[in-house]
């Protein structure tokens, strides 16, 4: 981390760091993927309801949402170098729970403990890809997250390449990939500690970071992120947790091959996520994120009228646009309270990951109510919050801030 320091003040983003922390998002987002993934294996093998299936998801994920601020505070004031090794760790035996689970409740211990180990690594991890990036932050967080998005697009390629043809007992071969990332982050951990003395110097804000606006103005543009996190994520939840059902019950697909079709919505998705930061650097990251929750909305409202091949390709454009608003929303969050990496990292995590979860469960039980294909077109309409962008204030450097 003492490269990670020295390449800030340098003014050059340090990307041996930058790849070891991408790599390690990778496998802690393919790890608890996993689940999600899976879901169709064990809504046959434990006879689950779609209200079920989505309560596991909000375990997992509630249980990353309610900690990750809290993580993420802590760690601000008292830096915890080992503590994403031992996130990790979580994941190993979260995998391990799930693989042998007997009964459905051990599955939610099993979830909870993925939501746990997820919680630890984002708010760290996320500070470590912004003191890496040399002030190139939406270049960094980017590349920090693509490695998320490339591990979630992974998880339904190798279930249905490993997992469905062996069984649940596999998923247990996948903790050895946790175990793995756990040595790559110890080693973090180890020139985190040494370059920890350094960190506050690194994080103070410079009076070029710094952004001077009223705390109501900072306040509302907040609640108006939160709205778009919602708006995102609830639309993804439709998709990460029921785009294999919708597919299978409404153009007779094998689960093979709709695991191939998430596969490529989430390729697509990674695609956009790359794309965001940067351009979010270049052009300004309000703008970044109107094209994307916003300009997505022509696509989502056709997306429940057309048929197999357009609904695959309205998808990967889908996933292609929504995708990129994140990193964007996060370092616009970033800049609007400087100084709180960590504590703004874990609340914007915290955030995407309740806005699933949340929306998993009240999508399956209202998918049990009704349809998937009403549910579908429902959330069709979820972009149209991206109008409240407007409310945003403006905080790139060189615009006027207005209240």
Not at 132 to 152: E, I
Not at 328 to 333: D, G, R
Request: contains cysteine; hydrophobic residues 50%.
């Amino acid at each position: 981390m003492t490269d990670v320091v020295a390449g800030r003040r340098a003014g050059s983003t340090s990307f041996p760091i930058l790849g070891a922390i991408t790599f390690c998002h990778l496998l802690n987002d393919l790890s608890t993927s996993l689940l999600l993934a899976i879901y169709p294996l064990l809504k046959s093998g434990f006879d689950l309801s779609f209200g079920q299936i989505g309560l596991l998801t909000l375990v997992y994920q509630g249980t990353g949402s309610l900690l990750q601020p809290v993580v993420g505070l802590y760690t601000d004031r008292r830096p915890q170098p080992y503590s994403l090794s031992f996130g990790m760790g979580c994941l190993a035996l979260g995998l391990t729970v799930i693989a042998y689970a007997p009964h459905y409740l051990v599955l939610l211990a099993g979830a909870a403990l993925l939501g746990i180990g997820s919680s630890i690594f984002h708010p760290e991890s996320s500070r470590i890809a912004r003191l890496a990036s040399g002030g190139a932050h939406g270049l960094a967080q980017s590349l920090f997250q693509v490695g998320g998005n490339a591990g979630n697009s992974l998880a339904p390629l190798l279930a249905a390449l490993f997992v469905l043809p062996n069984g649940q007992h596999s998923v247990g071969w996948f903790a050895l990939l946790a175990l793995t990332g756990m040595g790559i982050l110890t080693l973090l951990g180890h020139t985190y500690s040494r370059a920890a003395t350094a960190r506050p110097r690194a994080q103070k804000p410079s009076a070029a970071d710094a952004v001077a606006l009223p705390r109501a103005t900072v306040r509302r543009a907040i609640a108006v992120l939160i709205a778009l996190i919602f708006s995102k994520y609830f639309y993804l939840a439709s998709i990460t947790s029921y785009y294999i059902f919708y597919l299978i019950r409404h153009f007779g697909l094998s689960t093979q091959n709709a695991q191939l079709c998430l596969f490529a919505f989430l390729v697509s998705a990674a695609a956009g996520t790359m794309i965001g930061g940067p351009v979010g650097d270049r052009v300004g990251r309000k703008r970044v994120i109107w094209c994307s929750i916003l300009g997505v909305v022509p696509f989502t409202l056709v997306l429940p009228y057309v048929g197999l091949a357009a609904t695959i390709a309205l998808s990967i454009v889908i996933g292609l646009i929504i995708s990129s608003a994140f990193s964007a929303i996060v370092v616009y969050a970033q800049e609007l309270i400087p100084g709180r990496i960590g504590m703004v990292s874990g609340l914007f995590f915290g955030v995407a990951f309740g806005m699933a979860g949340l929306g998993a469960a009240v999508l399956g039980m209202l998918i049990d109510l009704t349809s998937i294909d009403f549910v579908y077109r429902l959330c069709s309409f979820l972009p149209l919050i991206g109008m409240l962008t407007a409310l945003l204030p403006e905080i790139e450097r060189g615009a006027p801030a207005r209240a």
